[in-house]
């Protein structure tokens, strides 16, 4: 049996919902449309019938957010029957399909969202699948991923902090791979900082502030450009197919 369908036939269990009580879910979601708020708002379409494909979507956080922005037209694949259990239990749509058979129908989109979704593939899948991905963008349109960034501090901790990763990326890597792989135009944005409780999350932004500080002189002493590193856990990173 290959590794994955070990790992992903108990994921939400084992690891997407490890810290998460059956009786809690409410307060994920709850956490997960913060997230989405902080990271995704400024990057959705405009347009609200666009047609929307969410590669990965476990356990239906992002289609639910999506929906209730008002996104009607919003597909979902996971290959995890857990997960796809998970999204049916919230009342969201989520199908059992692998991404390789999702990305050989010959439908297109105008936004595909890959949300902690990449870094589960090595480097020759990957290539082949963000080939797949922009080529079944529709003219002017987005590729919204989130992934893990190996230049944020202890950024091994995310990386290999769940044992399907296999790619790591940094905002070059990020652009470069993105460039090559069909989209026309790549921006990187930072990722959400949040911490539950007020007093801690006042605490942390100015710890942050301490640690984005001493990252940057380092980097001044090495020579290295500030602005071509990106610091935060993960990336979040919008490709767009002009056509």
Same mark, same amino acid.
């Given at each position: 049996m290959p590794y994955?369908?070990?790992?992903?036939?108990?994921?939400?269990?084992?690891?997407?919902g490890r810290n998460t009580l059956s009786n809690s879910l409410e307060k994920k979601l709850e956490w @997960?449309?913060?997230?989405?708020? /902080?990271?995704?708002?400024?990057?959705?379409?405009?347009?609200?019938?666009? +047609?929307? #494909?969410?590669?990965?979507?476990?356990y239906g956080s992002l289609c639910h957010w999506l929906q209730h922005k008002g996104y009607k037209n919003v597909k979902a694949i996971d290959t995890s029957p857990e997960q796809v259990q998970r999204a049916k239990d919230l009342g969201v749509s989520v199908e059992l399909c692998d991404v390789q058979t999702a990305l050989d129908r010959e439908d297109t989109y105008d936004?595909?969202?890959?949300? @902690?979704?990449?870094?589960?593939? /090595?480097?020759?899948?990957?290539?082949?699948?963000?080939?797949?991905?922009? +080529?079944? #963008?529709?003219?002017?349109?987005?590729?919204?991923?989130?992934?893990?960034?190996?230049?944020?501090?202890?950024g091994s901790f995310y990386a290999f902090g769940d044992f399907t990763h296999g790619v790591f990326l940094?905002?070059?890597?990020?652009?470069?791979?993105?460039?090559?792989?069909?989209?026309?135009?790549?921006?990187?944005?930072?990722?959400?900082?949040?911490?539950?409780?007020?007093?801690?999350?006042?605490?942390?932004k100015l710890v942050w502030i301490t640690v984005k500080t001493a990252l940057k002189i380092a980097l001044f002493a090495t020579g290295r450009r500030t602005s071509a590193v990106s610091y935060t856990p993960n990336l979040v990173i919008k490709a767009l197919k002009k056509g």
């Open positions: 994955r369908d070990t790992f992903y036939e108990v994921y939400f269990q084992r690891q997407a @997960d449309y913060k997230i989405y708020m /902080d990271e995704l708002s400024h990057l959705l379409p405009v347009n609200r019938s666009v +047609s929307i #494909l969410d590669l990965g979507a476990g936004c595909i969202f890959a949300i @902690d979704f990449i870094e589960h593939f /090595d480097k020759e899948e990957l290539v082949e699948l963000l080939k797949k991905m922009t +080529s079944q #963008l529709n003219p002017q349109g987005v590729l919204i991923i989130r992934t893990p960034n190996i230049d944020a501090p202890i940094n905002k070059h890597s990020a652009i470069q791979l993105l460039l090559t792989c069909g989209a026309q135009e790549v921006s990187i944005y930072p990722s959400s900082l949040r911490v539950k409780g007020l007093a801690k999350n006042v605490l942390r």
